[in-house]
């Protein structure tokens, strides 16, 4: 059974339906939403209208019926165009190469020149093709589109945040104007999507005001799991050294978002492992049995806590013999400055931390030199 005829069923059953799905779908009459659903060929201008309607009535089976209609779409339309950004957003990989595909072989130039960006995307996700090769590509496409210009730009911020390249995240987010954009479901999801990606420069600058700002315009402006997931994870992350209980909190909020999404979970799971050895409590988050880095990394941390010095000790060799990351490394470094009382371990911690620009976690040691009697004056210095 088709969607469309599922939400007429619906519809049948209660007489009210009607009207309430007309109002969630944005339509200003609720003539409109019959001849949506009356008519075959019929598409939503505006596809968040439909989402939120699937979102209303079939929470369970989203990804299914959604998948289903969109790959019913006409690639040759708007509502083709805008699924794949759902798609994508939702990380619904396989669906999104489907799409990517109608679109680049449709024959309406405006929808190949989506496939054509998101194509670009989907091998930068998958490291097929650098930024570099990703850039010159785009400038060979000659943009015509609004919304793919917007995208293009932050296709490649998102690249540069992998790598923490956060110099040139600003200076592309100087190319994000999203103003022009039509209202409707792709703006949203555009302005939902920079508001994480500024939010994440923000805390880079340790601008935590501005970072809580951004994150909390996702959070009441946005519907998506995902980008909510990350702005509670973000808005936590600024709380992680000065308010336990709103740190916690935020982290908590995130996980009743993150669904049967392991990824998701796996953050979240971490930032509170994080949380709470930093501020030394019980620590129920511990997994004594991952061979990831920062999860090894926080069962040392706990160990060392709870002043286990010897499996601590342990778990800090079998990480050593691991390539580790700068910006792990400063973490390593902290707990071993904490497992041995060593303010060389601490200065390491601090080198690290400053290397990968991580000026957030740069106060983990610095607030253990403080208790250990460095003056402010001293630590400002160490910290330039």
Not at 117 to 142: C, D, F, P, Q, W
Request: hydrophobic residues 35%; proline residues 2%.
């Amino acid at each position: 059974m088709n969607l469309k005829q599922m939400i007429k069923n619906e519809c049948e059953k209660d007489n009210q339906l009607a009207a309430k799905l007309s109002k969630i779908a944005g339509y200003e009459k609720v003539n409109g939403f019959y001849k949506f659903i009356n008519t075959p060929e019929k598409e939503m201008d505006n596809l968040g209208g439909l989402i939120n309607i699937v979102k209303s009535l079939f929470p369970d089976n989203e990804v299914q019926l959604l998948s289903d209609y969109f790959l019913s779409l006409d690639p040759n339309k708007k509502s083709a165009r805008q699924s794949v950004e759902y798609a994508d957003l939702n990380q619904w990989n396989a669906l999104t190469d489907k799409i990517v595909s109608n679109l680049c072989e449709s024959s309406n130039s405006i929808s190949r020149e989506w496939g054509q960006v998101y194509s670009l995307h989907r091998k930068l996700n998958n490291n097929k093709i650098s930024i570099n090769e990703a850039i010159r590509e785009t400038g060979k496409y000659r943009i015509k589109s609004p919304e793919m210009y917007s995208f293009s730009n932050i296709m490649i911020m998102y690249e540069y945040l992998k790598i923490g390249e956060f110099g040139l995240m600003k200076s592309t987010a100087q190319f994000l104007e999203i103003d022009e954009l039509s209202d409707g479901f792709i703006k949203d999801s555009y302005s939902g999507r920079i508001e994480l990606l500024k939010a994440n420069i923000s805390l880079n600058d340790y601008e935590l005001e501005e970072t809580r700002k951004h994150c909390s315009a996702v959070i009441e402006e946005c519907n998506n799991n995902r980008l909510i997931v990350f702005s509670y994870l973000t808005l936590g992350n600024t709380y992680i050294f000065e308010d336990y209980a709103k740190a916690k909190l935020c982290y908590e909020k995130g996980l009743n978002f993150a669904k049967d999404n392991s990824h998701h979970h796996y953050k979240l799971r971490l930032a509170l492992c994080f949380l709470d050895n930093v501020w030394a409590r019980e620590n129920k988050w511990v997994d004594f049995e991952s061979q990831e880095i920062p999860d090894m990394i926080e069962a040392a941390f706990y160990l060392t806590n709870i002043k286990e010095t010897k499996k601590a000790e342990d778990v800090i060799k079998k990480i050593e013999e691991h390539d580790v990351l700068d910006d792990d490394l400063g973490f390593l470094y902290h707990v071993k400055g904490l497992l041995y009382n060593d303010m060389s371990h601490f200065h390491e911690s601090i080198k690290k931390f400053k290397k990968s620009g991580d000026r957030l976690c740069l106060n983990l040691p610095l607030i253990e030199l403080k208790k250990r009697g460095y003056s402010d004056e001293i630590l400002n210095l160490i910290a330039l």
